[in-house]
């Protein structure tokens, strides 16, 4: 019988044990296990450090490996495999298509024979992105800030990307939210292909955006007016995204018309007249913004029919203004069609007011037409423009500076044009004017005082306006004239530049007086003192001089100034009292003026005859010379506001012909001073002349001197 062998030390394995009993019987009963070998099992073992990663959706397949005495089986005993996937329990391959994402944890058992083996396994299912927004994306509005995030399911983390097209300017993509953010620039509809990816892929979609501008109303509140019975169209404006549509909200349009909602047109036929409030709205996809507008309707206009014939002749140099009338529906708009008007005038096409200070003396002639909606009308005008001296000679026309205010008559203008007399020097008083201090003007004179201006001007005179107070204001005035039998003299009363007359009172009365007169036609010069004296610091007097002048240039910046010199402005005594004089003006258009009369003590009186004074007929000039000098050395222009001589003794007719000669040949103008030109209004003690008066109506030969001085 033959040997068996086996080791039993194996382990102690009840399999061996086995196999060895089995040995054992085989040799009792007679079988021989000579030359025959038995293999021995070898128990399973998995293999591998993991299982690769699974994408939902997509098929899967990965064997579990193990090794050892085959057959074996496998089987999960804990934990579970992702959805969608199963263990071939013969094979040990996991397969199928996994339907959720996420990690799932599992132990896996193999079997065999020879015993078991078993080991923890997971597997990583990630989920590819899939873009869930709508294609269509919420509008945006130019100029508003805009966020929409874009959705999308999957396995994070998730990056976007525009994969094709562009998003609108002015908005851009988040890479990492998916986000669309910002504020679009310019309107219109926007295509791109957004892409999404993560790591178990990439999706795209496309996607579109529309971004639209808000309307904004352009056409202006107030509507061009309509005429009833005749067709009206006026087409809205708006800006913003169209289509857009219109309507009105409140109010009513005239009668007769309509607004079309598609144009925003307003049409029709008005039929009755009136102003129409109405509020529209512009609406687009994009919201609405709404407006008041105004629209009138007028009845139909009458056609102009110019109704001025002729106009009044005018003095070079001197302002002009007249207005060109005529009947019609207003507006009118007037126009020179042909010919031309003198220079330096011109003609006023929304008022018709044909003014300007004319620079060529002659015959002008020109067509002018006045038009409205109704129609238009033309005529030919003509403005005959006076030629003056080149150095004028003038006269006073005093009496409006008393109490009961005279001003110059038609008759009184008449006498000194056929004297050939075209120049005017007005005396008034500050305290007619302005009756209080910083008070305002006396609309009662300064209505008279501009009537006679302009009706001067009317006649090709000028007019200087004098404040004839001696540098001063009497604020008891109207008081002392009622206890004087209404008679009270300018010049008394507190001097400017001091507590009770300040400085800036003097400049309140010239910026409001300037601005009264300016334009008027016939006004050429502003005395903006006559003879002030006493006046304290030889500083003073210039120092209130140029705020006057600054003042009146604050409304005025055309009209010539008249400055005058302290201690009643003698020519003959000028250098000495007006040493500080030094004026500027911001509208470089003055002179100073001096007064100047021959007798002995340069007062004008004539106490003295001709001989009992000494006087001689160059005396006037001689009398004259300091003030010439003094202008020539300071580069400036000068004029005589008064002087004068007896009207009863001929022998100072030489002496103001000779004084009107030097006064020419330097350069000056100058006026005449006549104490009165008796007034209707005058109480009735008033003195009819005095010694020096030109009568009105009577001979005298002072006039015919002054006449001869202003021959062509």
Request: glycine share 10%; charged share 5%; proline share 7%.
């Amino acid at each position: 019988m033959g040997s068996v062998s086996f080791n039993t030390a194996t382990r102690g394995n009840k399999y061996l044990k086995r196999c060895a009993l089995l040995a054992i019987l085989s040799c009792i009963c007679g079988g021989g296990l000579e030359g025959q070998s038995v293999t021995t099992p070898v128990p399973p073992r998995l293999m591998g450090d993991g299982l690769p990663p699974a994408v939902t959706g997509a098929t899967y397949s990965q064997a579990v490996r193990a090794v050892g005495t085959a057959p074996m089986t496998w089987a999960i005993t804990a934990g579970s495999l992702p959805p969608g996937l199963k263990l071939v329990g013969t094979s040990g391959s996991i397969t199928g298509v996994p339907t959720t994402a996420g990690t799932f944890s599992f132990t896996v058992v193999v079997t065999n024979p020879a015993g078991t083996g078993a080991k923890q396994y997971a597997i990583s299912v990630t989920a590819p992105p899939v873009i869930t927004s709508a294609a269509n994306l919420p509008m945006a509005l130019t100029g508003i800030s805009y966020s929409q995030a874009l959705h999308a399911t999957g396995t994070m983390p998730m990056t976007w990307s525009i994969a094709s097209g562009a998003l609108p300017s002015g908005l851009t993509l988040g890479s990492s939210t998916g986000s669309i953010s910002g504020t679009p620039a310019s309107s219109g509809t926007f295509t791109a292909t957004v892409k999404a990816t993560n790591g178990a892929g990439s999706s795209s979609a496309q996607f579109s955006l529309t971004v639209n501008t808000l309307p904004a109303i352009t056409t202006p509140s107030l509507l061009p007016s309509a005429l009833t019975g005749l067709a009206y169209s006026q087409t809205l404006k708006a800006t913003g995204t169209i289509p857009m549509t219109w309507a009105v909200t409140a109010g009513a349009l005239p009668s007769g018309l309509t607004l079309a909602p598609s144009t925003g047109s307003i049409t029709g036929t008005p039929t009755v007249a009136g102003v129409s409030s109405l509020t529209v709205k512009a609406t687009n996809p994009a919201g609405s913004v709404s407006q008041t507008l105004s629209l009138t309707v007028k009845a139909p206009s009458t056609p102009p029919s110019i109704t001025t014939t002729t106009l009044p002749s005018a003095l070079a140099g001197t302002n002009y203004s007249q207005t060109l009338t005529a009947s019609g529906t207003s507006p009118i708009t007037w126009a020179v069609q042909s010919g031309s008007l003198p220079p330096g005038i011109t003609l006023s096409a929304s008022s018709g007011i044909v003014s300007g200070v004319p620079t060529q003396s002659g015959a002008f002639s020109a067509t002018v037409s006045a038009t409205n909606a109704g129609g238009a009308d033309s005529t030919q005008i003509s403005i005959t423009v006076n030629s003056t001296a080149a150095w004028p000679i003038g006269i006073n026309m005093s009496e409006a500076e008393y109490s009961w205010g005279s001003f110059p008559a038609a008759n009184d203008l008449s006498f000194i044009l056929s004297n050939n007399l075209r120049l005017v020097r007005l005396p008034t008083a500050w305290e007619r004017i302005q009756p209080a201090l910083y008070g305002p003007l006396d609309t009662t004179y300064l209505s008279s005082m501009k009537q006679f201006i302009t009706m001067a001007g009317g006649q090709g005179v000028q007019v200087i306006v004098d404040v004839h107070n001696y540098g001063r204001y009497n604020s008891q005035w109207a008081q002392d004239a009622a206890a004087n039998y209404g008679y009270v003299a300018v010049g008394q009363g507190n001097v400017i530049g001091s507590t009770a007359v300040p400085t800036t009172a003097f400049t309140d009365l010239w910026t409001k007086l300037a601005g009264a007169l300016k334009g008027t036609p016939g006004l050429a010069y502003y005395d903006i003192m006559n003879e002030p004296y006493n006046m304290g610091a030889a500083t003073v007097w210039p120092s209130i001089a140029q705020a006057a002048v600054n003042a009146i240039r604050t409304s005025d910046t055309r009209t010539t100034i008249l400055v005058e010199g302290t201690q009643w402005a003698s020519a003959f005594w000028w250098p000495y009292d007006n040493g500080s004089l030094n004026i500027t003006d911001p509208g470089n258009n003055f002179m100073y003026e001096a007064h100047l009369y021959f007798d002995g003590d340069g007062s004008g009186t004539y106490a003295q005859t001709y001989a009992q004074q000494g006087a001689y007929p160059t005396i006037g000039v001689d009398h004259l010379q300091p003030f010439l000098t003094w202008i020539k050395q300071h580069n400036a222009r000068g004029f005589l506001g008064e002087f004068g001589i007896p009207n009863n003794d001929p022998n100072w007719l030489p002496v103001l012909d000779n004084f009107l000669t030097a006064l020419q040949a330097a350069g000056m103008s100058g006026t005449y001073w006549n104490y009165a030109f008796h007034s209707p209004n005058d109480p009735s003690w008033w003195p009819t002349a005095d010694t020096k008066s030109i009568i009105i109506g009577q001979a005298n030969p002072a006039v015919s001197v002054l006449s001869a001085h202003n021959a062509p």
